[in-house]
């Protein structure tokens, strides 16, 4: 018979194992130790863990934001006219941070159902040049980034990720 027991120890702490048979029980007995790192404390042992240096749920790694964030948009000659901008699909309490380069204040909204729609976004005209970059976030997670840029009468678009807790955007969070 083959027991395994796992339990997180700690370095210089002493531990007692107690074996012993019932009613007159005997035989040989193996007894093997393996210690398994696990040096971001999320559960999963570093052997296993995709992501050993952060702490996460997802295979060890941090859960990552799915938003689609989608938009509309119509020529107006030096830019661009959106007829909208959502994001569908992030988290409840996820925060939804919009900035321009120009032709828009900066918002900050939180997810509260499937659908997040950006109201300022509709109708507004965004001139040529201008960058829009919409960030998907929430705490422990690997968040959901996208810049929109401006050119007459064309709207091209870049995606990238976010790792928890940071700002700056980057093409691959694996």
């Known amino acids: 018979m083959i027991e395994t027991l796992k339990h997180p120890v700690e370095a210089g702490t002493g531990y007692a194992v107690q074996v012993g048979g019932a009613a007159g029980a005997s035989g040989v007995l193996q007894v093997s130790f ?32 799915v938003a689609g964030i989608g938009y509309k948009y119509d020529n107006a000659g ?6 909208f901008l ?16 120009r032709g828009c204040p900066r918002q900050r ?3 509260r159902s499937r659908i997040t729609r ?13 960058r829009i970059e919409v960030r998907v976030t929430k705490s422990g997670y690997v968040g959901t980034y996208r810049k929109f840029t401006v050119s007459a009468g064309d709207v091209t678009t870049s995606d990238g990720c976010l790792q928890p807790g940071s700002t ?3 093409r691959s969070c694996d």
Do not use: H, Q, W
């Open 118 to 130: 950006v109201k300022s976004f509709r109708g507004r005209v965004m001139p040529t040049g201008a």
């Open 168 to 170: 700056v955007p980057r």
């Open 78 to 83: 030096a830019g661009a006219r959106f007829r």
């Open 34 to 65: 393996t210690f398994l790192p696990d040096r971001d404390g999320d559960g999963v042992t570093d052997d296993a863990d995709e992501c050993p240096r952060r702490p996460g749920t997802a295979n060890g790694c941090p859960p990552k934001i």
């Open 109 to 111: 909204l939180t997810v």
């Open 86 to 101: 959502e994001v569908k699909g992030a988290p409840a309490g996820a925060r939804v941070d919009v900035r321009c380069s």
